[in-house]
């Protein structure tokens, strides 16, 4: 099959890229669309080592599948795909399976090709009247969903997003419909351009007001996004670090978990289920070593840097 693959230095066009074969319980899925993400260029300067058909966002029809009702239907498609029996797995977290697979980040092979295979539980039907163009951004839609998934916005929040980008425009169409009190902070003026035609309130100087939101998203990708973040939000409120976006190969500057660990100078919360990419933090947001003794990951401290110790604690979601 036709194929760009990613060999750790170039990426190439292969014209006879061997056909997947799918195990057992997988699905055959012929690609009709898919999109370029920021992960895959990442992918490009090293991020996730990773070595084969890159591409995750995709739009295709089934071919061949366990349940041959599934053959024929247009399809979107979960990228992780999880082992199913480990105990991450079997208390509701699939998507944190240490042996899970994801599809062109890691494992697997992914959608800048002719055919790619996926769990037959990962597959969602199209809806007729959504178009190819449309549905190719089910998987960064989601990305902007699980947000609400895990943090409740009443009417009366006030909820700053940092980015326009394309998951910063799709995390504020999402919002909005919560009726929060939205403030989309851009970087350049088409971005904001967007989202002021949709009626989103839309900041492009970067003077945050210090302590103005209940939540914070962060979705620039940069470095300086998290202590932006860390100004905007109130005390003992949530700060969400898109970590997906900012998180740089070799844990470098753009790590959110090294700049989480010195920038909350307290835990506002006893130990709890860890979350995050590397399942690294505490369900309060605060590494398993703060106030404990303990090292956090890669060695960080509960010492704050360049905050001031006396505004209380935060809370930190990672996507």
């Known amino acids: ?85 480990c105990p991450t797995c079997r208390a509701g977290r699939p998507t944190h399976c240490p042996q899970r697979t994801t599809l062109g980040i890691s494992g697997r092979d992914g959608a800048f090709a002719r055919y790619l295979t996926l769990p037959l539980t990962n597959l969602h039907v199209a809806p007729e009247e959504v178009t190819d163009a449309a549905a190719i951004f089910t998987e960064p839609l989601a990305a902007a969903l699980e947000v609400l998934q895990q943090v409740h916005l009443p009417p009366t929040a006030r909820v700053a997003v940092l980015g326009a980008g394309r998951l910063g425009q799709l995390l504020a169409r999402v919002l909005r419909l919560t009726g929060c009190e939205l403030v989309v902070w851009a970087r350049y003026p088409a971005q904001a351009a967007r989202l002021r035609r949709l009626g989103v309130d839309v900041r492009e100087s970067p003077d945050y007001p210090a302590a103005w939101a209940d939540v914070v998203i ?30 740089r190969p070799g844990g470098g500057r753009g790590d959110p978990g090294r700049l989480a660990l010195r920038s909350v100078p307290s835990c506002p919360a006893p130990a709890g289920e860890r979350v995050g990419a590397g399942g690294g933090f505490d369900r309060c947001g605060v590494s398993s070593g703060c106030r404990r003794g303990r090292a956090g990951p890669r060695g960080a401290t509960r010492d704050a840097q360049g905050v001031d110790p006396h505004a209380g604690p935060v809370r930190l979601g990672i996507a």
Request: charged letters at 20%; proline letters at 9%.
């Open 1 to 85: 099959m036709q194929a760009l693959v990613f060999d750790g230095a170039r990426v190439r066009y292969d014209p006879a890229y061997p056909d997947p074969c799918p195990p057992p319980g997988e699905a055959l899925v012929r690609v009709t669309a898919a999109g370029i993400c920021s992960t895959d260029l990442e992918i490009l300067r090293g991020y996730m080592s990773f070595r084969g058909v890159l591409g995750h966002e995709f739009v295709g029809v089934v071919e061949a599948a366990p349940d041959p009702a599934w053959v024929g239907r247009r399809v979107v498609g979960e990228i992780n795909a999880a082992c199913g029996t």
């Open 218 to 247: 962060e979705a620039t990708g940069r470095p300086e996004g998290f202590m932006a973040a860390r100004r905007l939000v109130c005390p003992r409120h949530l700060s969400w670090v898109d970590a997906g976006r900012s998180q």
